[in-house]
């Protein structure tokens, strides 16, 4: 354990108002300890929700002319839950989630869905997508699936004339879903848009194609892309309330629950640890000196967080790093303490 020293009134302020949440919530960043990063705070739903998942699209059964198809949905349930499609994790952000583009394979695909949250068992369900191998006239592609706000992000365009089409004569992009475009040009530059606020945001494109003659109408084409903007918030305390959680399932003793917080790599080794100390009677003294979690780092995928126990001495700490990872599923696990 290293030292950490802290100004002992803030670190008590900071503990109850986030009422074991978070110790300090608003130091906890994507890339460090900036400020400015969204509300600090979000109500989460209670643990017991039950996950219910709804795929919006594709549509069951459909045909797709793109080898890469882009999964997306809604859900309810608790907030730490996880959707995947073929091993691929969605990212989430309350009620709604978006995955990366699956790839698909010419003729009939089946694709494997996953669900769960921290207690659930996987739910499994397939769905079928046939590709075929017409071309796409206009696709439009976000560099990434999403980030946590505020975020720019890149897009990229790729068009194919239809036939007897010539000339690609504008280009508009509404990259919010708000109906107005952004871009309108026969000829944009790059494309990019920077979301400030948390959502799932539809991007679309239109193209317009002609011919050169008057007397036959222009072609027009398009194509959407979603791309999710996360909370940091969300996030954030979706983390806390999971060390949170371990810890108050430890103090009433409740061992194979807690080790549902823990990744399946970390679970053999404090197993034996907690029975051998509900054994003697100090699991509940234990968990009440895990301490609280103060900053730390997050990503997508990945976490680094910070905790702090008081010491003896007015205003020092010792502190601990507790890793948090999400799992094939998309659920966060602590991966190491």
């Known amino acids: 354990m290293k030292t950490l020293l802290f100004i002992s009134g803030l670190l008590v302020s900071a503990l109850a108002g986030a009422q074991e949440q978070c110790g300090f919530p608003i130091s906890v960043h994507k890339s460090g300890f900036e400020s400015g990063e969204q509300a600090s705070s979000v109500t989460l739903p209670p643990d017991n929700t039950p996950l219910v998942v709804t795929i919006n699209g594709p549509v069951d059964g459909s045909t797709v002319n793109i080898n890469a198809v882009q999964f997306y949905g809604t859900y309810t349930g608790p907030s730490n839950s996880g959707v995947s499609v073929n091993g691929v994790r969605a990212l989430t952000n309350s009620n709604a989630f978006v995955l990366p583009r699956v790839l698909l394979q010419p ?3 089946t694709l494997t869905f996953r669900q769960a949250s921290t207690d659930s068992t996987p739910v499994i369900s397939t769905r079928t997508i046939t590709y075929t191998s017409l071309a796409s006239n206009v696709l ?9 706000a505020p975020s720019t992000m890149p897009f990229s365009l790729s068009t ?10 504008r280009v508009q992009v509404d990259y919010n879903g708000d109906g107005a475009f952004e871009v309108d040009s026969a000829a944009p530059l790059a494309l990019q848009y920077a979301y400030e606020e948390p959502g799932l945001f539809v991007a679309t494109a239109r193209v317009t194609f002609d011919d050169g003659l008057i007397a036959t109408p222009a072609v027009v084409m398009e194509d959407s892309t979603r791309v999710m903007i996360q909370s940091m918030a969300f996030t954030r305390q979706t983390l806390c309330g999971l060390y949170a959680s371990m810890k108050m399932r430890l103090s009433q003793n409740q061992i194979p629950s807690a080790l549902h917080t823990l990744a399946p790599s970390l679970q053999p080794r404090f197993s034996p640890v907690w029975a051998a100390l509900n054994q003697s009677n100090q699991l509940t003294l234990a968990a009440s000196r895990l301490g609280q979690i103060v900053d ?9 967080l910070r905790v702090a126990i008081p010491t003896a001495v007015p205003g020092t700490f010792k502190g601990f790093t507790v890793l948090f990872r999400r799992d094939i599923v998309g659920v966060w696990r602590i991966e190491g303490m």
Do not use: K, V, W
């Open 107 to 109: 003729g009939a695909n």
């Open 160 to 169: 194919a004339f239809p036939a007897n089409q010539t000339t690609l004569t």
């Open 140 to 148: 439009l592609i976000a560099a990434s699936p999403g980030d946590y």
């Open 296 to 304: 730390g780092q997050l990503s997508r995928n990945a976490a680094e």
